[in-house]
């Protein structure tokens, strides 16, 4: 089952509608993470994006109301010129 299904699913199942949390780490071009970073953050549900030291550039703090919305939102960030890659770690859902 897609993972999309396996969240409608888990909604159903606890018997309410929520949003989907996930952090998103991004690799930019060299110098070009605080602008990505505050490129990012103007996004609609980013709900913060900053400049980080490590194996990624830039966190953003994501909260949207769909998987179709953060794969959307996902994309967006992909495609900026000073990207070179992304990760989107999705928040477990909880009992």
Do not use: W
């Amino acid at each position: 089952m897609p993972l999309t299904e396996n969240i409608a699913v888990v909604q159903t199942m606890i018997g309410r509608e929520s949003s989907v949390k996930a952090c998103v780490l991004v690799r930019a071009r060299p110098g070009q993470h605080y602008r990505v970073a505050e490129t990012i953050a103007s996004f609609e549900g980013v709900k913060s994006a900053f400049a980080v030291m490590g194996s990624a550039d830039v966190v953003a703090r994501i909260e949207v109301k769909s998987m179709k919305d953060l794969t959307a939102l996902g994309t967006q960030m992909g495609n900026l010129p000073d990207v070179v890659t992304t990760e989107t770690l999705v928040a477990a859902v909880g009992e």
